[in-house]
């Protein structure tokens, strides 16, 4: 999802009051007073795995006290790893941030799976979800490619595989010029999903049909990143 060195002044967005806002905090990134508690998404390192052995390459920030809700984020190869190992090293950080007085609400995994896979991805997902038990969310992103109609059963199975689902509507600094399309396929859908938006863009913008049309809407995930 963020295979970029991004580096000098941070964008600030252009907040919308309606829907539900939140951010991802990838590396390089710390919370700055304008997202005003809003939860955020953490990025926490990647995962691989190869003959049963994880490895986990640790980024992000380092836990420390926060006035925020929390996700913690992990960038996973595909097929993703088993989820024991996964759940292993998410359970040792969300005692990190833990100890420091922040809420950990769950997990991300975010991971770009070819759009025929995604039936393997969904039953991947339900094991980790599984795994993970009721006391933390499991959410995942997607890309927009997956709403397609040749594969809705599939997309479909796997919003029911977590407890949230955000669709990116970029790619790495641009938003995506197909976005109302995707949008419109997530729509007609009719599953819950949340929004991924470029925080340096009018959300505005994106989100008036989608506020009005939309049932399954359910809030904006704002990638904050810095210029250059």
Not at 1 to 9: P, W
Not at 27 to 43: D, K, N, S
Not at 55 to 61: A, N, S, Y
Request: one cysteine or more; hydrophobic letters at 40%; proline letters at 6%.
């Amino acid at each position: 999802m963020f295979r970029f060195a991004l580096s000098f002044l941070l964008v600030v967005p252009a907040l919308c009051a309606k829907p539900p806002t939140s951010y991802w905090i990838w590396t390089g990134i710390t919370p700055e007073p304008y997202m005003q508690g809003a939860p955020l998404y953490i990025f926490q390192g990647t995962l691989s795995e190869e003959k049963g052995v994880l490895k986990h390459t640790r980024e992000g920030l380092s836990p420390h006290a926060l006035a925020h809700e929390i996700h913690l984020v992990y960038r996973a190869t595909h097929p993703i790893p088993d989820a024991k190992n996964i759940l292993a090293v998410f359970h040792t950080q969300r005692l990190g941030w833990e100890k420091h007085g922040v809420r950990v609400k769950g997990i991300q995994i975010d991971a770009d799976v070819p759009t025929r896979r995604l039936k393997d991805y969904a039953k991947d997902l339900a094991r980790l979800r599984a795994r993970l038990g009721k006391t933390y969310a499991l959410s995942v992103t997607g890309l927009g490619d997956w709403t397609g109609a040749p594969y809705r059963r599939d997309f479909l199975a796997l919003t029911r595989a977590v407890d949230e689902m955000v669709i990116q509507l970029y790619q790495a600094r641009t938003m995506h010029k197909e976005h109302a399309r995707f949008t419109r396929a997530l729509c007609a859908s009719g599953a819950p999903f949340k929004l991924g938006l470029l925080a340096k863009v009018d959300a505005n913008t994106y989100l008036e049909e989608t506020r009005q049309k939309c049932p399954g809407f359910q809030g904006v995930a704002l990638f904050v990143q810095k210029e250059g």
